[in-house]
């Protein structure tokens, strides 16, 4: 497979994880009980446009049709490591405790605690490594 079409599976296999780890019960690995359907809801419509757009980005393949691809998932990937990496290394913003108290208090995780810091569950390291790996090939894809 060539690098011009993982560009565009990646943000499919990431949709694809989403779906699964949003509607499927697999627990302890994701809590799906533990959010109502109004937040359902609002992350389908947050999370899986998004990730849809990238991979029709790099389909179409114009100069500029990638790059916003790009951005986009980017974007994606700054705002994982500010949800799950920045509050388990360093504890803030401490905002983010409720949530994670209210949806992710009974997922399954590994990482050792940091202080009284969150810790990413594995449902969430499974999208980060899904996004980094995106980024990466995407970014190799630019480059090359």
């Known amino acids: 497979m060539n690098l011009h079409v993982l560009t ?3 943000p499919l296999l990431l949709l694809l994880y989403q779906v699964i780890i ?3 019960d697999l ?17 389908v419509l947050g999370n899986y446009p998004p990730l849809i757009i990238i991979a029709f980005c790099f389909y179409f393949n114009m100069t500029w049709s990638v790059w916003v691809g790009f951005v986009l998932t980017s974007t994606i990937l700054i705002m994982h490591l500010f949800a799950w990496w920045l509050p388990y290394l360093t504890g803030y913003p401490n ?3 409720g949530d994670y108290e ?11 605690r940091i202080k009284n810091h969150i810790v990413p569950d594995a449902e969430h390291i499974g999208v980060g490594v899904l996004i980094v790996a995106t980024f ?8 090359g």
Do not use: C, H, S, W
């Open 8 to 10: 565009m599976v990646f």
């Open 22 to 24: 949003d509607f499927v």
């Open 27 to 43: 627990f302890p690995f994701n809590d799906i009980k533990a959010k109502d359907t109004r937040l359902r809801k609002l992350e």
């Open 95 to 97: 905002g983010v405790r």
């Open 102 to 112: 209210k949806y992710f208090t009974r997922t399954y995780k590994f990482l050792p």
């Open 136 to 143: 990466v090939i995407q970014a190799l894809y630019l480059l």
